[in-house]
Nanobody, 122 residues
Framework: QVQLVESGGGLVQAGGSLRLSCAAS????????MAWYRQAPGKQRELVAT???????NYADSVKGRFTISRDNAKNTVYLQMNSVKPEDTAVYYC????????????????WGQGTQVTVSS
């Protein structure tokens, strides 16, 4: 069984910075792509950023130039550095990972964290 645990959310003023972390734990697994999503009240969950296991990244237009996704493969952790945050960045942020559990028989699944609240005050 693999778990994703997020941390780093909280309250921040507009223009400030916040860093989210998401660590994967469990037995015998391999991580492919990782991503951050967010869901604001009354809205659908949206993709924020993705990173492959070779560190290729993609961003939603709304966060380009302000957010940076990175990963530490040795720690099975993905980060989201959020700079110049805006009130519209307020949402619950979810970590997502494409993981192969390598114990026989190997199984590939999509895993989600529990979410961490980010609130940006104006």
């Amino acid at each position: 069984q693999v778990q994703l645990v997020e941390s780093g959310g909280g309250l921040v003023q507009a223009g400030g910075s916040l860093r989210l972390s998401c660590a994967a734990s469990g037995d015998s697994f391999m991580i492919n792509a990782m991503a951050w999503y967010r869901q604001a009240p009354g809205k659908q969950r949206e993709l924020v950023a993705t990173i492959t296991n070779s560190a290729s990244t993609n961003y939603a237009d709304s966060v380009k130039g302000r957010f940076t996704i990175s990963r530490d493969n040795a720690k099975n952790t993905v980060y989201l550095q959020m700079n110049s945050v805006k009130p519209e960045d307020t949402a619950v942020y979810y970590c997502n990972a494409d993981i192969v559990v390598t114990a026989w028989p190997p199984k590939r699944s999509d895993y989600w964290g529990q979410g961490t609240q980010v609130t940006v005050s104006s």
